[in-house]
């Protein structure tokens, strides 16, 4: 599975951006795709996570600003970002899991949310 995230940018506090994430490959396999993001120094954490159904789950920093979705038909995957804040300013990954239990990344995108 190869996955390129693309979108990020400098916005300001209050802003939006709109994710994108492109898969190609061994589509068959993915159970669930997913973003997540990292600042120097810290681990990468999840933002959302999407199944194959369509259920949704998000850390608790996104929840009400930020909507994950997936157009199946076109193989992607989408992160809607609102409402951002400085503290929302990372590099931006995303994820694919497959039925074999394997974990595939992105490169990131950056995400720079100014004051």
């Known amino acids: 599975v190869q996955l390129q995230a693309s979108g990020g940018g400098l916005v300001q506090a209050g802003g939006s951006l709109r994710l994108s994430c492109a898969a190609s490959?061994?589509?068959?396999?993915?159970?669930?795709m997913g973003w997540y993001r990292q600042t120097p120094g810290k681990q990468r954490e999840l933002v959302a996570r999407?199944?194959?159904?369509?259920?949704?789950n998000y850390a608790d920093s996104g929840k009400g600003r930020f909507t994950i979705s997936r157009d199946n038909a076109k193989n992607m995957m989408y992160l809607q970002l609102d409402s951002l804040k400085p503290e929302d300013t990372a590099v931006y990954y995303c994820?694919?899991?497959?039925?074999?239990?394997?974990?595939?990344w992105g490169k990131g995108t950056q995400v720079t949310v100014s004051s």
């Open positions: 994820n694919a899991y497959t039925f074999r239990s394997e974990d595939y």
């Open positions: 490959g061994s589509i068959f396999s993915i159970l669930s």
């Open positions: 999407i199944s194959n159904s369509g259920t949704t």
